[in-house]
């Protein structure tokens, strides 16, 4: 995970563990050191496991543990449910286009990886998608998605998400809440910086 809680990230996790359940979300290879006073309180509240251990260490085998990797050759089926016990996601924020910093991972532990289509999805998307397609057993191309929104904030404001987002039944992109809000606040920060 790359060090630090950003506002995002935050958002982002809450809502991982909302989702997939406290005891099914442990953060791993926090930087040595790291205390509970170093976690968000919204993240403690909401149970956070949490580790300065690496994801191998939590594995009884190498074998079991499944990186989701954009560059894999592979996408991830219903059926590695029952090749893998745990899924590794970077701890790393989307940034575009992607610097393929996955590949540290990859690299370091050389897991089995698997790939969830070829755009570049939020690590909670990419969480939801694979609780879809592991839990749910739902094939990925069944999945709806919907790539690079536009976010609306009002009739003269709106920001292209340069990523790929699960569709609600609504036809809108899954986002966590209270993220609109946060986009918009970050909007405005970074046009004030132009200014
Ligand atoms: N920009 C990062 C990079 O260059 O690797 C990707 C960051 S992505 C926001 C965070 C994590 O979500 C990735 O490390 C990966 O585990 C997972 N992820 C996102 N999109 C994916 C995809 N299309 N296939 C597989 N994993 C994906």
Request: glycine residues 6%.
């Amino acid at each position: 995970m790359e060090p630090g809680f950003t506002p995002w990230v935050v958002l982002e996790y809450s809502t991982i563990i909302k989702e997939v359940g406290k005891e099914n979300l442990i953060l791993t290879s926090l930087p040595e050191g790291t205390t509970e006073a170093d976690i968000p309180q919204e993240l403690i509240d909401l149970g956070i496991q949490w580790t300065t251990d690496e994801c191998i260490s939590i594995a009884e085998s190498r074998q079991s543990l499944c990186l989701l990797d954009p560059a894999a050759s592979q996408d991830l089926t219903p059926s590695d449910s029952e090749k893998f016990e745990y899924f590794v996601f970077g701890g790393i924020l989307g940034d575009h286009p992607p610097r393929d910093r996955t590949g540290e991972l990859r690299k370091k532990y050389g897991l089995e990886g698997r790939r969830l289509g070829e755009l570049q999805m939020t690590t909670d998307t990419a969480v939801r998608s694979t609780q879809l397609i592991i839990q749910n057993q739902i094939k990925f191309e069944d999945i709806t998605f919907i790539d690079y929104p536009e976010i609306r904030f009002n009739r003269y404001e709106a920001t292209e998400m340069p990523f790929r987002y699960v569709m609600d039944k609504t036809g809108k992109p899954i986002l966590p809440d209270g993220m609109i809000a946060l986009i918009k606040k970050d909007t405005e920060q970074s046009l004030d910086d132009l200014l």
